[in-house]
């Protein structure tokens, strides 16, 4: 494959001086030649800009916020500069492989039918050392599509798609959310074209600081879990299930966020509502349901395995 569509990669950042340099020089060293890098400072105050401005090519698109508006409006403004047939979000503290852009667009090429294409990553920790690789990819859009339905298996700052998705489709970001933003705007995306995960591990995840998603999420972790129903409620809406607040929240609660049974009616709950999806389910014919149905019913078999110590059995 040759170097021949443009793709374009967004960074925003805020106060990641300590990180962004190693983050914009990894995209430097891309392989693949034929890329554009939209940096954007939401108005930092640690010295950030500064370090983006040292780094000087063609390719590298500046800009600087003086106000702070949050990830999701500086992801917009991205897009609305965004040049290229190929679009990414990157994290200024991530870094990505040397072939990363090149194989994920190798890929999209030879599959048009792809709108929104992912892949593993190495976790490593503050210091940039190697910690473990992301186990468990899940490959397939209808796997894909089940899962997100539950928690999002893909991976942002790895994700590359097509520009229908802001061309044909209108999709940005909600600027209302300071969290989980690209989860939302994936479960946007999945209502317009098909997903896929790329095995390989394709960028390293720094992990173990303070980032500015998890001083986000500690500030305000009840608007965080809010943000987190919102989305939960509108991924199963949209797929034509009609699940009220206490299922959404019972979803969240043991399956999203992972909380232990602690009676055996949370699990007699839980029975109650896979009957309720599946009842629904039939009537969807959705190419994913059966994959819906045995997800719900592993993750309830987890819990019994792991909190029946905790269950008092009357």
């Not at 925003?12 to 891309?30: F, M, P, T, V």
């Not at 990505?96 to 976790?123: N, Q, T």
């Not at 943000?227 to 399956?255: C, E, P, Q, V």
Request: with cysteine; net charge positive.
């Amino acid at each position: 494959m040759s170097d021949k569509k443009l793709v374009t990669q967004i960074m925003c950042y805020y106060n990641e001086k300590k990180y962004l340099g190693d983050a914009i020089r990894s995209i430097l060293a891309q392989s693949y030649a034929n890329w554009e890098l939209i940096l954007i400072d939401d108005g930092s105050t640690d010295g950030s800009h500064e370090t983006a401005e040292s780094f000087q090519d063609d390719r590298i698109i500046h800009v600087s916020n003086k106000e702070n508006h949050g990830l999701a409006w500086c992801r917009n403004q991205g897009l609305s500069l965004a040049k290229g047939e190929y679009i990414g979000f990157v994290d200024a503290d991530d870094i990505a492989r040397k072939d990363k852009l090149k194989k994920m667009v190798d890929y999209l090429d030879s599959h048009e039918d792809v709108l929104v294409l992912s892949g593993g990553c190495i976790y490593i920790d503050k210091y940039g050392n190697k910690l473990s690789q992301r186990e468990g990819i899940i490959c397939e859009d209808a796997d894909i599509r089940a899962y997100m339905l539950f928690g999002n298996c893909m991976a942002g700052p790895c994700a590359l798609f097509r520009r229908a998705v802001i061309d044909k489709y209108h999709i940005a970001h909600d600027i209302v959310m300071r969290t989980s933003q690209d989860y939302f705007f994936w479960q946007k995306c999945l209502r317009h074209g098909k997903f896929y995960n790329l095995e390989e591990p394709l960028f390293y995840y720094r992990i173990g600081h303070n980032s500015q998603s998890n001083r986000t999420v500690k500030r305000d972790p009840e608007k965080n879990q809010n943000i987190l129903l919102k989305i939960l409620h509108y991924a199963w809406r949209s797929r034509g299930f009609r699940l009220n607040r206490g299922d959404i929240t019972y979803i969240y609660r043991y399956i999203y966020h992972q909380e232990r049974f602690t009676s055996f009616n949370d699990y007699i709950k839980g029975y109650k509502l896979y009957r309720k999806i599946k009842k629904q389910e039939s009537g969807l014919n959705l190419p994913e349901g059966s994959q819906i149905l045995a997800l719900y019913k592993e993750f309830l078999k987890k819990h019994m395995r792991n909190d029946i110590k905790h269950i008092a059995v009357l």
